[in-house]
């Protein structure tokens, strides 16, 4: 596949990871900024809808194209040119401020993020050997989560103390800090390959010319795995939508329990990582991993489940927690997946590929979730996408293991072995 075959770069890894770190945080700070800012002027909810948007679409709209710009031009290059045009976006954002103006430049500095972060995901596999991918990835998955979680808080002290315009450029030094670590990084795909450098270790089957155009269609297993992730996604991000009301209306929780309820899912998220990344053995196959996928999604619907049923604030922290495991575990199991099945040169449409599903399946959980406020209780609302998700995890459980069947088929076989081979990686 896409992996080196002597021991694993670690502080490459160290790198990227504390780049994800840096990125997510610093980007969570622009946005949680936007939002204060928009509220304290007093703007009307189809303004904040807007900006969302703006945010989401990039990703969802440009995939495809995203994907293969990621795959055909120097990772390096990429890093770079993406991680000056988001400095660039928040020192804009620090002088704007009429709505058109600012939508426009969140819209540009959107577009740049969906390009650093699969091109972060696709160099993980790279780095690593293959028996190592899982621990890299629950590196990476913690590092992205702890810049998410800590992003709203920064945004609001910093807000509150410096000012909206000073975060925006703390955001900044963020974003060049990023720009660093790309120039840093030994490890680098895309664009014209060229011979590793002294020291520098090949993959552990010979280079191709192509990658055969590869799409996700012609993995079914990753396919199904893909699919059941996007879809019970979509039904469990209408809870993201209604929590506040349920917590704080039905469960009558006061602002301060419901932060440490909210905050319990990425506690969760973080545990579930390193827990899976420590749990996936070298010798676990393709399938039980796409198995663990579905179950892990199971786990998270669950969670949900429980959560309508509480009659306690208190009694939805362990529930979310344990939600938050299982979404984490979802994130590890699905990076492993397609570094152990895509060839290299296809990392960064099969980042892209995941990322477009489940972006677009939250954003019509969202969408669904405000229309569904308006005609049902909080309460019946979780509980139902709770319950769907899970219905759809179930059923899409046989088609994902008959994948796994087929997929274990296949490489058996040394000719389709050799013919899903990926080409090496190139250092600096």
């Known amino acids: 596949m896409s992996f080196t075959s002597g021991q694993s770069r670690w502080a490459d890894v160290a790198v990227i990871s504390a780049a994800q770190f840096v990125g997510a945080l610093s980007t969570l700070l622009v946005m949680t900024t936007q939002i204060l800012v928009f509220q304290g002027r007093g703007a009307a909810g189809v303004e904040v809808a807007a900006l969302v948007i703006c945010e989401s679409l990039p990703m969802v709209v440009l995939g495809k194209p995203i994907g293969r710009l990621v795959d055909r031009v120097d990772s390096r290059v990429l890093l770079v040119a993406a991680g000056s045009v988001q400095a660039l976006a928040c020192l804009v954002l620090a002088q704007v401020v009429s709505l058109p103006t600012v939508l426009a430049t969140v819209l540009g500095f959107s577009m740049a993020s969906a390009v650093t972060l699969p091109t972060r995901q696709a160099l993980l596999p790279v780095m690593v050997h293959r028996d190592d991918l899982p621990r890299a990835s629950a590196i990476g998955q913690t590092a992205g989560s702890l810049g998410l979680m800590s992003g709203p808080a920064l945004a609001g002290l910093l807000v509150g103390t410096i000012g909206p315009q000073s975060t925006v450029r703390v955001a900044a030094v963020g974003f060049l800090i990023t720009v660093a670590a790309a120039v840093a990084v030994r490890t680098r795909r895309g664009g014209?390959?060229?011979?590793?450098?002294?020291?520098?270790?090949?993959?552990?089957?010979?280079?191709?010319?192509?990658?055969?155009?590869?799409?996700?269609?012609?993995?079914?297993?990753?396919?199904?795995?893909?699919?059941?992730?996007?879809?019970?996604?979509?039904?469990?991000?209408?809870?993201?939508?209604?929590?506040?009301?349920?917590?704080?209306?039905?469960?009558?929780?006061?602002?301060?329990?419901?932060?440490?309820?909210?905050?319990?899912?990425?506690?969760?998220?973080?545990?579930?990582?390193?827990?899976?990344?420590?749990?996936?053995?070298?010798?676990?196959?393709?399938?039980?991993?796409?198995?663990?996928?579905?179950?892990?999604?199971?786990?998270?619907?669950?969670?949900?489940?429980?959560?309508?049923?509480?009659?306690?604030?208190?009694?939805?922290?362990?529930?979310?927690?344990?939600?938050?495991?299982?979404?984490?575990?979802?994130?590890?199991?699905?990076?492993?997946?397609?570094?152990?099945?895509?060839?290299?040169?296809?990392?960064?449409?099969?980042?892209?590929?995941?990322?477009?599903?489940?972006?677009?399946?939250?954003?019509?959980?969202?969408?669904?979730?405000?229309?569904?406020?308006?005609?049902?209780?909080?309460?019946?609302?979780?509980?139902?996408?709770?319950?769907?998700?899970?219905?759809?995890?179930?059923?899409?459980?046989?088609?994902?293991?008959?994948?796994?069947?087929?997929?274990?088929?296949?490489?058996?076989?040394?000719?389709?072995?050799?013919?899903?081979?990926?080409?090496?990686?190139?250092?600096?």
């Open 192 to 428: 014209r390959a060229v011979p590793a450098a002294e020291g520098g270790r090949a993959a552990e089957t010979p280079a191709r010319a192509s990658d055969g155009g590869w799409s996700l269609r012609q993995d079914a297993l990753l396919r199904a795995c893909v699919w059941s992730v996007a879809a019970v996604i979509g039904s469990v991000a209408v809870v993201n939508v209604v929590l506040v009301f349920f917590v704080m209306g039905t469960l009558g929780s006061s602002p301060q329990a419901y932060g440490v309820i909210d905050g319990m899912w990425m506690v969760g998220v973080l545990l579930g990582s390193w827990l899976c990344g420590l749990a996936v053995r070298p010798r676990t196959a393709d399938a039980a991993l796409g198995r663990s996928v579905v179950f892990a999604v199971g786990l998270v619907c669950l969670a949900v489940i429980a959560t309508g049923t509480a009659q306690s604030p208190w009694w939805v922290v362990p529930c979310f927690l344990a939600g938050g495991v299982g979404n984490g575990s979802v994130q590890v199991l699905q990076s492993t997946l397609i570094g152990r099945r895509v060839p290299q040169t296809a990392l960064g449409r099969a980042s892209t590929a995941l990322t477009v599903r489940v972006q677009g399946a939250m954003l019509l959980g969202f969408v669904a979730g405000g229309l569904l406020l308006a005609v049902a209780p909080p309460r019946w609302i979780v509980l139902g996408c709770g319950v769907l998700g899970l219905l759809i995890a179930l059923a899409l459980l046989p088609l994902v293991v008959r994948a796994g069947t087929a997929a274990t088929a296949a490489t058996d076989r040394p000719e389709t072995a050799d013919r899903t081979a990926g080409s090496p990686a190139h250092s600096a």
